[in-house]
T-cell receptor, first 116, second 112 residues
Framework: GAVVSQHPSRVICKSGTSVKIECRSL??????MFWYRQFPKKSLMLMAT?????????EQGVEKDKFLINHASLTLSTLTVTSAHPEDSSFYIC????????????FGPGTRLTVL | GEDVEQSLFLSVREGDSSVINCTYT??????LYWYKQEPGAGLQLLTY?????DMKQDQRLTVLLNKKDKHLSLRIADTQTGDSAIYFC????????????FGTGTKLQVIP
């Protein structure tokens, strides 16, 4: 149990376009989802915490108008990268907390975004 | 802010034990985690330990915590080629929305 999926797994887009990444908890309800960005040879950096039915909480330095997060249901959160630039190219990973086990986050497989 | 440090690379021979080390700075850390990331995949929680514990063993995995020195280690006994991956140390405080801070990850290479 506790499976998190992401779609798409890979996306290539042109500079200036917007890209939407979906994160779904497949077999549990997630009141809280997290979005991370992973740089090469770097750790995961938390971008924002997404709570169902309310506005996301962004970490310092993350532009909320550029990285739009919507958590419309207990099983779906979306991250939209608006007006993408090459420096937005990265591996984006979401995670979800089930609430069943203390503080355990279940991670999705990640989405590789390449902006040309 | 919180900081979690790990060495970047570890190479061991198949069958040997691997020890991956981690140091952290946040003295209020309540949970300390070890995650595994295989190539092209997301993170998988391997194990976690509460800050009031010194040791936790789970099959081939042994976690040791030295809270005084803020040092965490993960020992993998009888390391297999399938253990090759990046291992992330992470910490968080208590409470529902405490964020998890990750280390930079240690790439474990197992030589057959």
């Amino acid at each position: 149990g506790a499976v998190v999926s992401q779609h798409p797994s890979r996306v290539i887009c042109k500079s200036g376009t917007s890209v939407k990444i979906e994160c779904r908890s497949l077999d549990f309800q997630a009141t809280t989802m997290f979005w991370y960005r992973q740089f090469p040879k770097k750790s995961l950096m938390l971008m924002a915490t997404s709570n169902e039915g309310s506005k996301a909480t962004y970490e310092q330095g993350v532009e909320k108008d550029k990285f739009l997060i919507n958590h419309a249901s207990l099983t779906l959160s979306t991250l939209t990268v608006t007006s993408a630039h090459p420096e937005d190219s990265s591996f984006y990973i979401c995670s979800a907390k089930s609430g069943r086990t203390v503080d355990e986050q279940f991670f999705g497989p990640g989405t590789r975004l390449t902006v040309l | 802010g919180e900081d979690v440090e790990q060495s970047l690379f570890l190479s061991v021979r198949e069958g040997d034990s691997s020890v991956i080390n981690c140091t952290y700075t946040d003295s209020s850390s309540t949970y300390l985690y070890w995650y595994k990331q295989e190539p092209g995949a997301g993170l998988q929680l391997l194990t976690y330990i509460f800050s009031n514990m010194d040791m936790k063993q789970d099959q081939r995995l042994t976690v040791l915590l030295n809270k005084k020195d803020k040092h965490l280690s993960l020992r993998i006994a009888d390391t297999q080629t399938g253990d090759s991956a990046i291992y992330f140390c992470a910490e968080s405080g208590s409470g529902g929305y405490q964020k998890v801070t990750f280390g930079t990850g240690t790439k474990l290479q197992v030589i057959p």
